[in-house]
């Protein structure tokens, strides 16, 4: 008898935590413009759930696994001219059932969003007509942003940076090596370059990273010639910035060598909430390494035909002048002034020209691979802005970048757009 009241009460407290378990769905929203329709479901969890549609006709349907309603569900009026009816069953004890039909068949997408301190999980499907088109425009020529580079020398002024064995200053070879750099890529009409530092005078490290951000750089490349404890130490080194720290130990030497000069810093979103502000700075510092890495790797690949490379790889490190967010940088070691025979090459002119064409041909090499601005040609097709959308769902929606679009139609880093603006697309 007593088994049996344990397994009556175990039942009992089983159903509860399975009821108490399940996910409710609090409501949903429609959202349309000219080319998507977006229904957003509130729900107290991520549910586990299917789409699927059928035909003949059209429907789209969602099953909810342990889900349950909250209230009724009710199509929003005017919500979207796709949308004939939606209707609601329960599928089972604990499951729901959703069904729209449609007017005809659509491509759904969808995605889940965590809950956060101010809303709830949400399950959101985009429905995209398989029928929409986009309208090409035939082959063109336009006049499209060039492509700027911000040429930073390391060190200036009190800041001499490292010290050859012969007196030879850093601050001054690296100097030479990124006015020539600027020249020749000034040479190029799809190409913009600038000195971030104009003479021997000090930078502080966050000011290097303003001065770019402020000329709308999409490139910073900063050049410089340091030292090792051992004067065998040689060859050159391509960098980009690494949060989790340096990826050898030369590598967390120079980081943090480079590092004491300016420790302070950090960009400032203190008018967005802490989880948005650290996706926004995750989004943009991913996006801004991932072309930092490119370009990197062209640039070595290119010192690696002049002379010896210190490493076969693109190394990371937590440089301080590498660390803003929206503009992919590189820092570039052209060598190690603390090698006597290094001193001497740094030196030359006809060296320092050697070393500046290594860099400008791997930027162009990326540039040419990734830009639109190197295309005197291109395919183009356009957009009409509905409300709705964004500039990154128009970019995802063409497969084209953010950089690439924004470039085709000159738009700023505030990424302001209106609706009805006609937007071209490089396809």
Excluded: C
Aim: glycine share 6%; net charge positive.
């Amino acid at each position: 008898m007593k088994k049996i009241i344990i397994i009556w009460l175990l039942a009992i407290l089983y159903s509860s935590f399975s009821f108490a378990a399940q996910t409710r769905v609090n409501g949903v929203r429609i959202r349309t413009s000219s080319e998507n329709t977006r229904l957003v479901f509130d729900t107290s969890h991520i549910p586990e759930h299917k789409i699927f549609q059928l035909k003949n006709p059209a429907r789209l349907i969602i099953d909810f696994n342990n889900t349950k309603l909250a209230g009724k569900l009710k199509l929003p009026r005017n919500s979207s001219p796709l949308i004939k009816r939606l209707r609601t069953a329960k599928r089972g004890k604990n499951n729901l059932r959703v069904v729209f039909d449609l007017q005809k068949n659509i491509s759904p997408k969808s995605f889940v969003l965590k809950a956060t301190k101010k809303t709830s999980a949400r399950l959101v499907i985009d429905l995209k007509s398989k029928n929409s088109k986009t309208k090409i425009v035939k082959s063109s020529t336009r006049k499209i942003k060039p492509f700027i580079v911000a040429v930073d020398a390391g060190h200036g002024g009190k800041d001499p940076g490292a010290r050859g064995a012969s007196g030879t200053l850093e601050k001054t070879v690296v100097f030479q090596i990124a006015q020539k750099l600027t020249k020749i890529i000034n040479k190029n009409p799809n190409m913009q370059a600038f000195m971030v530092r104009k003479g021997d005078y000090f930078i502080s490290l966050k000011e290097r990273s303003k001065i770019a951000r402020r000329k709308n750089a999409d490139l910073f490349i900063s050049i410089h010639a340091d030292a090792f404890s051992s004067p065998k130490a040689s060859g050159a080194s391509v960098f980009t910035l690494s949060r989790g720290g340096a990826t050898s130990e030369a590598a967390r030497w120079l980081a943090s060598h480079e590092n004491a000069a300016d420790l302070m810093g950090g960009i400032k979103l203190n008018d967005k909430d802490d989880v948005l502000a650290s996706v926004l700075l995750d989004l943009s510092q991913s996006a801004s390494q991932n072309i930092s890495q490119l370009v990197a790797k062209e640039v070595l690949a290119n010192f690696g035909k002049i002379g010896k490379l210190h490493s076969k790889t693109v190394q990371k490190a937590g440089f301080r002048v590498l660390k803003s967010p929206d503009v992919p940088s590189i820092l570039v070691e052209t060598a190690y002034i603390s090698n006597p025979a290094e001193e001497r090459r740094l030196k030359s002119r006809k060296y320092q020209y050697k070393l500046a064409n290594a860099i400008n041909k791997g930027v162009v090499s990326y540039a040419k691979k990734h830009i639109i601005a190197f295309n005197t040609t291109v395919k183009l097709a356009s957009h009409k802005i509905a409300r709705g959308d964004t500039l990154l769902g128009i970019a995802l929606k063409y497969g084209v970048s953010l950089d690439q679009l924004k470039k085709a139609n000159t738009i700023a880093r505030n990424n302001k757009i209106k609706v009805g603006q006609l937007l071209t697309i490089p396809l």
